[in-house]
C-alpha cells in the first residue's frame, strides 16, 4: 500500500483560492500544537469524504487538486496520533476513503466549537452593531 505521501508527491500543487468568509466572523482555527491547526478547510474536507466516499471525489468537490488534499489527510492523521481518515489502494474500481468514528467525533467537536463562537461574538457585538447576522 502506497503512503499518503507518496500519493501526495506525484500530483500537481493547488491553485490558490479564496476562502468565503461571513462578515463579522472569523474561521475558526485550533492550534493543537506545533504547526499542527485544526480549521475549516480540513473539517470541510473531511465532511466532503463522508459525502463522497472517496478523497478525490471530495477533492473536486471542493475545488482543490487531489494532492493538496492527501496533505490535508495527512496532517489530520498525524495531528490526533490516530487516523480520520482510512483510504484503500486505488485501481480500475478505484479505492475510496472512509472517515473514521473519531473523524467524525472531531468534525462534529469542531463545528460545535464553531457554532458556540459565532454566537458569542453575535451576543457580544449585537449591542454595537445590531445587523451583525446580515
Known sequence: METV????KKTKPAPARKAKVSRGFPRLRIAMGKGLILGPGKVDLLEAIERRGSISAASREM???YRRAWLLVDALNTMF????VVAAPGGVRGGGAQITE???AIAGA????ERR???????????FYPDIDR
Not at 505521501?5 to 501526495?8: D, E, L, N, Q, V
Open 102 to 104: 473519531f473523524g467524525r
Open 81 to 84: 496520533g490516530q487516523p480520520l
Open 63 to 65: 475545488g482543490m487538486s
Open 5 to 8: 505521501r507518496a500519493k501526495a
Open 110 to 113: 469542531y463545528r460545535r466549537i
Open 117 to 127: 463562537t459565532h454566537a458569542a461574538i453575535r451576543d457580544e457585538l449585537a449591542p
